[in-house]
């Protein structure tokens, strides 16, 4: 189904893959057949009017081997706060020997008029130690900033990208990455000033090392 014109992203409504949408008052569910291991998922919205669809009624609940990724999700109220007529939501999770990756879509009981939608999904493999080494990491805990401090996690937890940020460079889009698709904001905004951002280096300085 493609978004009404009196929606508020018309303009970019014919773009991939935001040109079209499933939409369902009722549950529904995509299964892809991927080689076991993680793999990246993407799920882009285009919140708008769909012909008897209204923006503000979808509400919905996304699952996917075995996570709950979103739970009564309104596409459209991040849309408003983000101030961004397009998103998308992206999650790491391992796909079981079952090389079976189901994702459903459910809208949230109890409102006759919530429904589930989805303009597009990626998936895409991506090395098992990326972000973190199983075997190690299950055991010993992802080391965080104070080496006192561990994160520790199991292969049954998901992980959701919340910012991804090119630290010191120029904004990278999905063409431009290595191979696995993904957005990387510039870090001008995340400066809180420029004393912090650029600190002065004095060369005249000699250093003794011991």
């Known amino acids: ?121 990626e998936v895409v493999s991506m090395p098992e130690s990326l972000y973190y080494n199983i075997v190690v990491d299950l055991k010993e805990g992802i080391e965080l900033a104070d080496p006192e401090m561990r994160y520790n996690f199991s292969a049954t937890d998901a992980l959701e990208a919340v910012k991804r940020l090119n630290v010191g460079g120029q904004f990278v889009g999905p063409a431009d990455d290595t191979g696995m698709y993904r957005t990387w904001d510039a870090d001008d905004a995340y400066v809180t000033s420029l004393e912090v951002g650029v600190l002065p280096v004095n060369m005249t300085i000699r250093l003794n090392y011991s």
């Open 1 to 121: 189904m493609t978004p009404s014109a009196n929606g508020s992203s018309s303009p970019i409504s014919g773009v991939v893959p935001y040109s079209t949408a499933r939409l369902s008052r009722f549950k529904f569910a995509y299964s892809f057949h991927v080689t076991a291991g993680p793999k990246y998922v993407r799920l882009h919205f285009l919140p708008s009017d769909y012909l008897d669809f209204r923006r503000a009624d979808s509400l919905f609940s996304v699952e996917a081997a075995g996570y709950i990724l979103l739970h009564n999700f309104s596409a459209s109220v991040l849309a408003d706060y983000t101030l961004s007529p397009t998103f998308y939501k992206e999650f790491c999770l391992t796909v079981g020997e079952d090389q079976i990756l189901n994702i459903t879509f459910a809208p949230t009981p109890g409102n006759s008029d919530a429904y589930a939608f989805v303009n597009g999904i």
